[in-house]
């Protein structure tokens, strides 16, 4: 497994991590021991980064996390955390009170004095520009509940506007060969700062894995049945906005580029590894083989210039019309 440099946090960590909402809630019932299992198969195979929400599970996912940290003492795993999404989403809401009061619940879960990296959960857009946010993330800093911080974005404008402030560490946003935006300003501008690039959904909530067709359901707690009109929060989040039917014959597409004897996922997930200015990959896992699986993609070896066009003309195809200005 290949490592680099968290952004400003200056943290190294496996450019393949782990995302952890499934071990929450929203994918359907995961049970305790069982998401355990993926973190010790994720371990095993190089993982040294964790990604979780004080709202997935409200805060299960987190207490797992914390579990699985204190069985293995001198473990050198980074679990970066986010906050803001347990309360309305508006702008009044992000004040340092707040945050100590989040921060403090995290650390508690998590059963750590200070959080590694704290993320702001795709907060409305007028908070990234608000002076007194940043402010107060500095003062959580200095007080050492936290380490660094970050955000976690929806639209390519939220994390340029992040970017340019001097005391974010990392910019959490969804990148996967469906959705190609973040590679025409944010991923140059956060090389250009140091600012370290989280890349979310990198498989489309499972499309890329090539396994699913039209007819492909699923359980009725699972966003991807509940969340497809964005009834529940950003339609982004799901299936990265797409069509499901498009997705699946898009994905079909992508697996005619795949080299022999790789899966579609793991290839999927090296693609979006080997963008430049990607700090981490956070693929979820909801069984120990997909966590092996999805490290595999962590030593790859580079898919090449005629796979990286292959995926701009799908793209071009399939979604840039419909999802390029949307995000």
């Known amino acids: 497994m290949h490592s680099r440099e968290l952004g400003r946090t200056h ?21 305790e021991e069982d998401a355990l299992a993926v973190l010790d198969a994720a371990v095993d195979h190089g993982v040294t980064f964790f990604d979780t929400a004080d709202v997935y599970g409200d805060g299960r996912s987190e207490q797992t996390i914390g579990s699985y940290l204190a069985s293995n003492p001198g473990h050198s795993i980074t679990v970066a955390t986010k906050m803001g999404r347990r309360e309305a989403q508006v702008a009044s809401n992000y004040v340092l009170d707040n945050f100590r009061l989040w921060t403090d619940r995290s650390r508690q879960n998590l059963g750590v004095d200070t959080l590694d990296l704290v993320q702001l ?10 002076d007194a ?22 639209t390519a404008d939220q994390a340029l506007a992040a970017i340019a402030r001097p005391g974010t560490a990392t910019i959490q946003i969804i990148l996967n060969a469906f959705r190609l935006k973040p590679l025409d300003e944010v991923l140059p501008a956060a090389r250009a700062a140091g600012v370290g690039i989280i890349a979310r959904v990198p498989l489309a909530s499972g499309l890329l894995s090539g396994k699913y067709t039209a007819e492909t359901t699923f359980d009725a707690n699972d966003h991807r049945t509940f969340n497809r009109d964005g009834s529940a929060f950003d339609v982004g989040e799901t ?26 996922a793991t290839a999927a997930l090296a693609w979006v590894a080997q963008q430049p200015g990607v700090s981490a990959v956070i693929p979820g ?27 701009h003309a799908i793209y071009d195809r399939y979604f840039r019309q419909s999802i390029h200005s949307r995000w």
Do not use: K, M
Request: with cysteine; glycine share 12%.
């Open 239 to 264: 299936f990265s906005g797409v069509d499901f039917a498009t997705g699946v014959e898009a994905a079909r597409a992508f697996a005619e580029l795949v080299p022999e004897g790789v899966a579609p």
């Open 133 to 154: 946010v940043y402010d107060a993330l500095d003062t959580l800093f200095s007080e050492e509940r936290i380490a660094a911080y970050g955000f976690s974005v929806e």
């Open 121 to 130: 959960h795709c907060p409305p857009s007028e908070v990234f520009t608000d």
């Open 11 to 31: 943290r190294t960590v496996s450019e393949i991590g782990l995302g952890t909402w499934q071990l929450g809630a929203d994918w359907g019932d995961v049970h």
């Open 285 to 311: 896992a909801r069984t120990p083989g997909q966590a092996v699986g999805n490290a595999e993609a962590g030593s790859l070896p580079p898919l090449g210039a005629a796979f990286d066009d292959g995926v």
